[in-house]
Nanobody, 115 residues
Framework: VQLQASGGGLVQPGDSLRLTCAAS????????IGWFRQAPGKEREGVGC????????GYADSVNGRFTISKDKAKNLLYLQMNSLKLEDTAVYFC?????????WGQGTQVTVSS
């Protein structure tokens, strides 16, 4: 089982970015998959999560209305569309299998929002 997050980068406030979580060794749609982030000096926090099959995603209050989780079932990919990025969104973003305590984590991707 592997997960790999990608798509991070350096953007300005108000910009958009789309992260991708590539899953291998299991069918992504069979599991809940979460997006998490960890900012410097802070604990890892949940950003959002989508359950198996056609579950509706849930989001942290801090990103609700700006971030959207979606799946490409055919490609076994999960996306995190991030719009209206803020300075405080700067963090390393991870995907994990599970919403609360993931049993597998992917390597993170750095998102830096800076003016």
């Amino acid at each position: 089982v592997q997960l790999q997050a990608s798509g991070g980068g350096l953007v300005q406030p108000g910009d958009s970015l789309r992260l991708t979580c590539a899953a291998s060794g299991f069918t992504l749609d069979d599991y809940a998959i979460g997006w998490f982030r960890q900012a410097p000096g802070k604990e890892r926090e949940g950003v959002g999560c989508i359950g198996s099959r056609d579950a509706v995603p849930g989001y942290a209050d801090s990103v609700n209305g700006r971030f959207t989780i979606s799946k490409d079932k055919a490609k076994n990919l999960l996306y995190l569309q991030m719009n209206s990025l803020k300075l405080e969104d700067t963090a390393v973003y991870f995907c994990g299998r599970g919403c609360g305590e993931p049993d597998y984590w992917g390597q993170g991707t750095q998102v830096t929002v800076s003016s």
